[in-house]
């Protein structure tokens, strides 16, 4: 394969030879970026990009940049519209891969959008970067969500007391049998919720919440929800990956798709209730999730996802060549 050119400095135009080698975020690497390292080039990044300067950032020589699932050079989408960076803050790191997760808020001319961003470091510096912004004045409004509340959620902080944590595999496992279970949703559960599970979705509580009003759903908690079939319309949880673990804290953070053919209409709980979908056109949601698992157990999921067209394919997961600066 051929070499590709890479400006690895904006300002001043130095190219770099860089190979298309794809990197997989699932891989553990031997990472020499502890949790200090890592949240200091979440700062960064954030920094640069508020201040729409690429060249602040410290770039590896190779990058793979995405924005709602769609690769892009850097200093384009967002990069080119942010005006700045709201007070929400959640972050998680995973040393052992060299992995960080970002949640907050990012605002642009029209609007102020839910914003939820990965990075993986290599030697120090940046080499992946996958965002999703949600920009809701531009989501389908099949289903009408209540206003985002966004608190500091301490719980991610935590530390676990060593009993009531699960290795790396495991924790992956947990959290993949929660798509399992949400996958053509009939009632059957492959993971475990614990007693006080909670959901944020895009900025949402969407488990014990009678504001979320859809399907009568938003006033049952994680593990009656999907005891009852609630998500029969989920056709496909795909292309998942879990790039980043931390074992102390039980955190996983998931990427992946959700598809809906929009062909199921009507449809019957498990308590015998029939019930409409209220998704009856072909689309995918494109997600990042966080995992809080406790003791074996689902504790407390935060998720942004978008809606991208149906079917869409992953960079992640296919070759996809490396950005560059725009």
């Known amino acids: 394969m051929s070499k590709i050119l890479h400006c690895a400095i904006l300002a001043c135009c130095v190219c770099l030879p860089v190979s298309a080698q794809q990197s997989y975020p699932n891989a553990i690497n031997d990472s020499d970026c502890d949790r200090a390292c890592l949240f200091g080039l979440v700062d960064q990044y954030l920094a640069g990009l508020t201040a729409k ?32 960076i709201g007070d929400y803050d959640l972050r998680v790191a995973d040393e052992r891969a060299g992995q960080a997760a970002f949640f907050g808020v990012v605002d642009e001319p029209q609007f102020s959008s ?8 290599e030697k120090g510096r940046i080499a992946e970067v996958e965002t999703v912004v949600l920009r809701t004045e531009t989501e389908p409004k099949s289903i009408i969500w209540p206003e985002p509340v966004l608190e500091h959620k301490a719980l991610f902080y935590d530390i676990l007391p ?26 059957t559960l492959f993971t475990t919720f614990h ?23 938003g006033t049952l908690g994680c593990e009656e929800q999907f005891r009852q079939g609630n998500y029969r319309y989920d056709d496909r949880l795909r292309a998942r990956r879990f790039p980043l673990v931390d074992e102390e804290r039980g955190l996983v953070l ?12 009507e449809y019957t709980l498990t308590d015998g209730r029939m019930i409409n979908s209220p998704l009856r056109y072909p689309h995918s949601f494109y997600l990042l999730e966080l995992f809080r698992i406790e003791d074996g157990k689902i504790r ?7 809606t991208v067209p149906y079917g869409m394919a992953s960079p992640w ?9 725009w």
């Open 254 to 265: 998931a990427s992946g798709f959700i598809d809906h053919s929009g062909r199921l209409g």
């Open 195 to 217: 007693e006080d599970c909670n959901r944020m979705e895009n900025g949402t509580k969407t488990t014990n919440n009678a504001a979320v009003a859809f399907t009568s759903v």
């Open 162 to 187: 060593e009993t009531q944590r699960r290795p790396r595999d495991r924790l992956i496992a947990i959290a993949d049998g929660y798509f399992d279970t949400l996958q053509l949703n009939d009632g």
């Open 300 to 306: 407390q999921i935060e998720a942004v996802f978008v």
């Open 53 to 84: 300067d690429p060249g602040s950032v410290p770039w590896a020589d190779t990058v793979m940049f995405t924005e709602n699932n769609v690769p892009l050079r850097i200093g384009d989408g967002l990069w080119g519209t942010i005006t700045g």
């Open 317 to 325: 997961q296919e070759p996809a060549l490396p950005s560059i600066i």
């Open 114 to 121: 839910l914003y939820a961003m990965r990075i993986r470091a």
